[in-house]
């Protein structure tokens, strides 16, 4: 048996007592070198209540493996009323929520012009992570989706019928510098802006 003893203030911005989430922390910080995550990207945690009719509110079933999935039928428009985090093209959404499902995705370069909306809205179960740089994010959404990250994030989830996860295990990782490498970032955007684009083009069609 392994005894985790920590400060309350240890616990993190939750007040997580659960082991798991300790013992992440710790496997967080001996992972291979690179540079802290916190060091790359900022937290993102404006919130607000998004305008009648906003288009194109998030959840986390619009986020899977790294893809954007969108409506493509039906009004995309929400009657949603409550607190939505913002998110801009660039930002990197990660589901705290059941983290063993994959509900990673960016919010790729060029959707804005392309759904003539500037800002967007997402759960609140999203972490959303912004490259401080201000450069291209797309390897990012390959390091949350690495075997070793999901194996960390799968394992640090408590809370019974609905397991979550912190953003401080993710802040205090290392991330690899090839998933910084900005020709690999922007190879991986490319493919899920298409994704995106190839949605609006069904849209037309499907509509004709």
């Known amino acids: 048996m392994r005894w985790v003893t920590r400060e309350f203030a240890a616990t993190g911005s939750d007040f997580i007592l659960s082991p798991e989430q300790w013992i992440s922390l710790e496997t967080a910080a001996q992972l291979p070198g690179g540079v802290p995550f916190d060091q ?50 660039g930002d990197v959404i990660v589901s705290r ?5 994959r509900q990673v995705a960016l919010i790729p370069p060029g959707i804005s012009e392309l ?13 959303v992570f912004r490259r401080r740089d201000g450069r291209d994010a797309g390897g990012i959404v390959a390091w949350l989706l690495s075997g070793p990250i999901q194996k960390m994030m799968s394992e640090a989830a408590t ?22 490498d900005q020709d690999f970032s922007l190879s991986i955007s490319r493919v899920l802006s298409r994704h995106v684009q190839s949605l609006r083009e069904l849209a037309v069609l499907l509509r004709h």
Request: proline content about 9%; charged content about 20%; overall charge negative.
């Open 97 to 101: 929520l059941r983290p063993y499902l």
């Open 159 to 180: 809370g019974g019928h609905h397991p979550r996860i912190g953003p401080e295990m993710l802040l205090s990782a290392c991330i690899p510098e090839q998933f910084l």
């Open 40 to 89: 790359v990207v900022s937290l993102v945690s404006r919130q607000t209540t998004p305008p009648t009719g906003a288009r194109y509110v998030l959840d986390t079933g619009n986020a899977r493996d790294g893809v954007l999935d969108l409506p493509i039928l039906g009004d995309p428009t929400s009657e949603r009323t409550s607190s939505k985090k913002t998110v801009r093209e």
């Open 115 to 127: 759904l003539g909306q500037q800002e967007f809205y997402c759960s609140t179960e999203f972490l």
